[in-house]
Structure formats: structure tokens, C-alpha cells
């Protein structure tokens, strides 16, 4: 089972709210990713976690916070969004954070900030 | 500094045709390449991978890939193409360090005619 969970499929939320995405994968790896993908681009890396640990933040604005409560799990909590953060938020896993691993990606969060 | 380039922006081919989708990098060691795919509105679906050994490598759903280290090349071949297969096609570079870190191309979009 290849299978990375993402919650919810969609989002929509005002530049006040607070909200949470979650993700979870059961294939025993230990690196979780969060990317940020606009429409006819690449996702870019937001935050890697290695052994539940943050292992690269990429200069994300602080407005978006992440966490990894336990090996399975990863949630991206949002705090006063901008309308340009309005995007879908995928997440991936892989063994480790080795070069050679495979990512295999969730089905992503589409999110609107209104 | 390490870079993936997709060449072609978008790429219309007709039901059946053969089609190749080509991918350069640029990189000081041995990389470790992906090609993925992604239908609109989903996560991206890793259709093969190429770390050693026999440079050219098969995936899912009949793709192909020939690794050429003298052009710096991965180009993605397919014989037969089907309506299914119109998405966006994505090529990667994993790092050799211990980063978790992939470089994306900027995408191909294939559009399949009738």
C-alpha cells in the first residue's frame, strides 16, 4: 500500500479563520513532506520532517505552522491567510529524506482563502 | 546549481501516436531521477525512477525512460498513447545528500487529440 491520506479535499476560509490540513500515510515512512502547488507549476517544498523532527522549513511565512505528532501523522496549521495563499497543499512521505527515495504524494488539499 | 529543465511547455498528440516527453538536469553527481504524473486536480503519481544500472528503466502504465548521461538527458517515451494519459507530466532530481529535497521541472502538459 503505496496510499498517503489527505484532509480535507477542499477548504474554503477567510483571511480571519483558523484551520487545519492533515495527512497520514501507514507505509512505516519516516519522512513527511508539506508542498504548496499554484496551477501549471511544480509544487514547491514547504517543510520536510525526518523522525518527527522539522528538518527544512523554506522560508515559509510563519502564518502557516506545521506539526508531526507522531510518525503517521502531519498537519499544516493556518492562521490568518492571504488570498494569494490560495492553492493546493500536497504532502508526501518517503523511507527517508535520502536522495534516492521515492515521494509518494497525497491527493492534496484545495484550498481558497477568501 | 542543480536544475531540471522540460523543454517543451506543452505537447498535443493524437490518440495512438507515439509520444516523448523530454527532461534535462543539470547536476554534479550521479542523479537520482523521477518522472511523475498528475492528473488535474490530483497528487502526483510517480510512473518511474532511475538511480543505477540499466539506463533504461520501465514504469506504470507502458511509460518508459532512457537515462543518457553524455546529453545530461531523461526523456519519457510512450509507443502507443491513450486518451488517459493527457495530464501534466513532471521531471525530478532527488539530491545525493540527506536533504529529502527534489528539484521539479516546470511540467509538460500532454493533451491527447481523438
Known amino acids: 500500500d503505496t496510499e498517503v491520506t489527505q484532509t480535507p479535499k477542499h477548504l474554503v476560509m477567510g483571511m480571519t479563520n483558523k484551520k487545519s490540513l492533515k495527512c497520514e500515510q501507514h507505509?512505516?515512512?519516516?519522512?513527511m513532506y508539506w508542498y504548496k502547488q499554484k496551477a501549471k507549476k511544480p509544487p514547491e517544498l514547504m517543510f520536510v520532517?525526518?523522525?518527527?523532527?522539522?528538518?527544512i522549513n523554506e522560508s515559509v511565512p510563519s502564518r502557516f505552522s506545521p506539526e508531526c505528532p507522531n510518525s503517521s501523522l502531519l498537519n499544516l496549521h493556518l492562521h490568518a491567510l492571504q488570498p494569494e495563499d490560495s492553492a493546493l497543499y500536497l504532502c508526501?512521505?518517503?523511507?527517508?529524506?535520502?536522495?534516492?527515495?521515492?515521494?509518494?504524494f497525497g491527493p492534496g488539499t484545495r484550498l481558497l482563502v477568501l | 546549481a542543480q536544475s531540471v529543465t522540460q523543454p517543451d511547455i506543452h505537447i498535443t498528440v493524437s490518440e495512438g501516436a507515439s509520444l516523448e516527453l523530454r527532461c534535462n538536469y543539470s547536476?554534479?553527481?550521479?542523479?537520482?531521477l523521477f518522472w511523475y504524473v498528475q492528473s488535474p486536480g490530483q497528487g502526483l503519481q510517480l510512473l518511474l525512477k532511475?538511480?543505477?544500472?540499466?539506463?533504461l528503466v520501465q514504469g506504470i502504465k507502458g511509460f518508459e525512460a532512457e537515462f543518457k548521461r553524455s546529453q545530461s538527458s531523461f526523456n519519457l517515451r510512450k509507443p502507443s498513447v491513450h486518451w488517459s494519459d493527457a495530464a501534466e507530466y513532471f521531471c525530478?532530481?532527488?539530491?545525493?545528500?540527506?536533504?529529502?529535497?527534489?528539484?521539479f521541472g516546470q511540467g509538460t502538459t500532454l493533451q491527447v487529440k481523438p
Open positions: 508526501a512521505s518517503s523511507q527517508d529524506i535520502a536522495g534516492r527515495e521515492t515521494q509518494y
Open positions: 507505509m512505516g515512512h519516516r519522512a
Open positions: 520532517y525526518s523522525y518527527e523532527k522539522l528538518s
Open positions: 547536476y554534479g553527481a550521479t542523479p537520482y
Open positions: 532511475y538511480f543505477s544500472g540499466d539506463t
Open positions: 525530478a532530481v532527488g539530491y545525493s545528500g540527506n536533504t529529502g529535497k527534489l528539484i
